[in-house]
């Protein structure tokens, strides 16, 4: 593969909202700091969902989603030397970020400023489309490659590459651990990992969902309480509780009554991204000088730092193996919520 460009199968969106099919892409030549990786398994997020059918705007078809990727160094180029053949490795949300800006150079390369390369649905520096996970094959830059423990089978650690991230990094930023209130809200494929997380830091962890359906696994899990959203008692009895909340979901949320269970100087902060713009009275943040936020993934090192973590503390995702030709199946289970909790492609199926 190192002498030129080559196709690999792959599952794409051919066109908005349109199902996705078994096709061809093409990936790059592997180059001096490049690896080529032998995709294993490959999660579905929301997010893909979102992408694939144009919900947070124009995407670039056809699109082969999949940002939690898993797999093993099938080779390297000749310049590498973080990975070597047959290491188990991983690739999240970026593949690549311009490097020189402040953020990148302080390990934020998800905030670069010039706007980091997504995995798929964005454009390489070399002005080709990204394609993702949902392949057998994909070709990354060392740099923005993971390395997956031992520790963690690939099945269960594809999601963490999302999932995980996208949780631990504003659970770590704002300081979840012992004597912390951490509510999360919404328990889904992100949430669950958020609990888990939240629980191995040492916080007290609440699971805000719409319904008590799902208690008994958020107790599993590591929640400390379960409250149902639903209920609006739940608002009066929680006032003034939580020192941190999580929300997951990605739907727009009555913020101003999310925000009253704060304690002062409490943080609400985004992970899930509605399509719809959300509201806001402003004295819900100025009473108890409350911070509203959101938070993308992680650094590069500090996604490093979460699958260390992960592995130590025994954190895989909750999956449901899938083969590819249910990928759209699938897409309509996850906007019904009906996973526990995260969809993985077998990519020996594509």
């Known amino acids: 593969m190192t002498e030129q460009i080559t196709t690999v199968s792959a599952y794409a969106a051919p066109a908005r909202e349109a199902p996705l099919e078994r096709t061809t892409v093409p990936r790059r030549a592997v180059g001096e700091f490049d690896v080529l990786i032998d995709i294993k398994y490959a999660g579905i997020c929301h997010s893909d969902i979102h992408q694939a059918r144009d919900g947070w705007g124009e995407g670039i078809y056809p699109m082969v989603p999949g940002h939690e990727i898993a797999g093993v160094v099938a080779e390297v180029g000749p310049g590498v030397t973080k990975f070597t053949v047959g290491d188990r490795v991983g690739v999240g949300c970026m593949v690549d970020s311009c490097r020189e ?119 599993k899990l590591g929640a400390d309480h379960y409250y149902a959203t639903s209920d609006d008692a739940t608002f009066e009895q929680l006032a003034g509780s939580f020192d941190l909340i999580l929300s997951t979901v990605s739907a727009p949320l009555p913020l101003d009554k999310y925000l009253g269970l704060l ?62 030709d249910q990928i759209n199946e699938a897409y309509e289970r996850v906007l019904a919520s009906d996973v526990r909790y995260r969809f993985v492609i077998d990519t020996a199926t594509i």
């Open 101 to 219: 800006c402040e953020n990148c150079k302080a390990g934020l390369e998800q905030y670069c400023a010039q706007g980091n390369v997504q995995t798929y649905n964005g454009i390489g520096k070399d002005g080709e489309p990204t394609y993702g996970g949902y392949s057998t094959h994909i070709v990354v830059d060392e740099a923005y490659t993971l390395r997956i423990p031992d520790g963690l089978s690939l099945d269960v650690a594809a999601p963490l590459l999302c999932a995980g991230i996208t949780t631990y990094s504003p659970l770590a930023h704002w300081h979840a651990g012992p004597g912390k209130k951490v509510a999360i809200v919404g328990l889904g494929g992100l949430g669950h990992m958020a609990v888990k997380i939240a629980h191995a830091m040492g916080a007290e962890v609440t699971v805000l969902s719409q319904t008590l359906r799902k208690k008994d696994d958020g107790l």
């Open 263 to 324: 304690r002062t100087d409490g943080a609400f902060v985004n992970v899930g991204a509605p399509e719809e713009p959300v509201s806001l009275n402003l004295f819900s943040v100025i009473a108890g000088r409350k911070t509203l936020a959101g938070s993308g993934i992680g650094g590069i090192q500090e996604t490093q730092e979460m699958l260390d973590f992960c592995a130590v503390h025994g954190l895989g995702a909750e999956i449901e193996l899938i083969r590819a």
